[in-house]
């Protein structure tokens, strides 16, 4: 017997009008797409607590809450709000979908519905969709160190990394950790930046990276965005070798890879994977590191290593 083939995804289908949703329905699970149906904003978003669809066909005009409140209330829940939404309209509401796409929606479908039409904008709005799921997890799970900043030195966006790079140089200068969610960029940088900004006359991108201080280099990237600098954040990991944490901060051999591995922003639970050991065997020598830095965190450890250095 062969295997049924993989589901191209999960399509909720939100209409009131029972020739739209047998005709959609039809369409999709015959594209191979797993259907869900709703014939209220309501309802819909009550299915959506159990079972989140990967893309959403929203009618506009429908009873108690119509697709403009529908989608709003879609958007303003981070539970729900990535969820592509495509409004369904005749051409009398055309002149509505400006309030639509303020809403959130990314797209639109003239009834009478063509499945052709709506079977090719679906494809192009999973894929868009997936391809940008990928590249933020992997932005939120790697190692990849960056922020994009405006001219004022405001942080618009940056990376997990990111985040943990700032909270390390911060250390080093002797800085207490900026607020969560501090949208500045901490001092010492700051001057860096807006000298930078000065002497290259706003250029969009600088090739050459500027060391800060010892164990912190900048790269200055063109961004897309008019008027915000892309900023990848470089670490000099040559003096995190464990030898030479070793020779220049007299611990063991075990406590300079445990120090490296802090430095690169690694937990205990990941620190103890890495080196085949407990969790509370790598607190215990963290213990020991910090006694003999005369330190009482990781990023104070992370930047007595580095002046050591």
């Given at each position: 017997?062969m295997?049924?083939?993989?589901?191209?995804?999960?399509?909720?289908?939100?209409?009131?009008?029972?020739?739209?949703?047998?005709?959609?329905?039809?369409?999709?699970?015959?594209?191979?797409?797993?259907?869900?149906?709703?014939?209220?904003?309501?309802?819909?978003?009550?299915?959506i607590?159990?079972?989140?669809?990967?893309?959403?066909?929203?009618?506009?005009?429908?009873?108690?809450?119509?697709?403009?409140?529908?989608?709003?209330?879609?958007?303003?829940?981070?539970?729900?709000?990535?969820?592509?939404?495509?409004?369904?309209?005749?051409?009398?509401?055309?002149?509505?979908?400006?309030?639509?796409?303020?809403?959130g929606?990314?797209?639109?479908?003239?009834?009478?519905?063509r499945?052709?039409?709506?079977?090719?904008?679906?494809?192009?709005?999973?894929?868009?969709?997936?391809?940008?799921?990928?590249?933020?997890?992997?932005?939120?799970?790697?190692?990849?160190?960056?922020?994009?900043?405006?001219?004022?030195?405001?942080?618009?966006?940056?990376?997990?990394?990111?985040?943990?790079?700032?909270?390390?140089?911060?250390a080093?200068?002797?800085?207490?950790?900026?607020?969560?969610?501090?949208?500045?960029?901490?001092?010492?940088?700051?001057?860096?930046?807006?000298?930078?900004?000065?002497?290259?006359?706003?250029?969009?991108a600088?090739?050459?990276?500027?060391?800060?201080?010892?164990?912190?280099?900048v790269?200055?990237?063109?961004?897309?965005?008019?008027?915000?600098?892309?900023?990848l954040?470089?670490?000099?990991?040559?003096?995190?070798?464990?030898?030479?944490?070793?020779?220049?901060?007299?611990?063991?051999?075990?406590?300079?890879?445990?120090?490296?591995?802090?430095?690169?922003?690694?937990?205990?639970?990941?620190?103890?994977?890495?080196?085949?050991?407990?969790?509370?065997?790598?607190?215990?020598?963290?213990?020991?590191?910090?006694?003999?830095?005369?330190?009482?965190?990781?990023?104070?450890?992370?930047?007595?290593?580095?002046?050591?250095?």
């Amino acid at each position: 017997m062969m295997e049924a083939a993989p589901s191209n995804g999960t399509v909720l289908i939100v209409d009131d009008t029972p020739g739209n949703l047998a005709l959609l329905s039809d369409t999709l699970s015959e594209a191979n797409y797993r259907v869900l149906v709703a014939t209220d904003g309501v309802s819909a978003l009550e299915q959506i607590q159990y079972v989140k669809p990967d893309i959403i066909l929203l009618d506009v005009m429908m009873p108690g809450i119509d697709g403009f409140e529908t989608c709003a209330r879609l958007k303003a829940d981070p539970a729900t709000a990535a969820i592509p939404v495509l409004f369904m309209t005749g051409l009398s509401e055309l002149e509505n979908l400006l309030r639509g796409f303020g809403e959130g929606a990314l797209d639109y479908i003239v009834k009478p519905i063509r499945p052709p039409e709506v079977l090719a904008r679906i494809e192009v709005h999973l894929t868009q969709t997936r391809n940008l799921l990928r590249a933020e997890q992997l932005l939120n799970h790697g190692e990849f160190a960056a922020l994009a900043v405006d001219a004022g030195g405001q942080i618009h966006w940056r990376t997990p990394a990111g985040a943990q790079w700032l909270a390390d140089f911060n250390a080093f200068q002797g800085l207490d950790a900026a607020p969560a969610g501090d949208s500045t960029l901490p001092e010492g940088m700051l001057g860096w930046f807006q000298r930078w900004l000065r002497q290259s006359g706003r250029s969009e991108a600088d090739s050459e990276p500027h060391r800060l201080v010892p164990g912190f280099a900048v790269t200055v990237n063109a961004c897309e965005q008019p008027g915000e600098y892309l900023l990848l954040l470089q670490r000099d990991d040559a003096q995190w070798s464990p030898e030479t944490l070793r020779e220049k901060l007299k611990l063991t051999f075990r406590e300079a890879e445990i120090l490296m591995w802090i430095a690169r922003g690694k937990t205990n639970k990941e620190i103890g994977i890495i080196l085949a050991t407990s969790p509370r065997t790598v607190n215990k020598h963290l213990e020991h590191i910090f006694e003999k830095l005369g330190v009482s965190t990781r990023a104070a450890a992370v930047a007595a290593a580095m002046r050591g250095g």
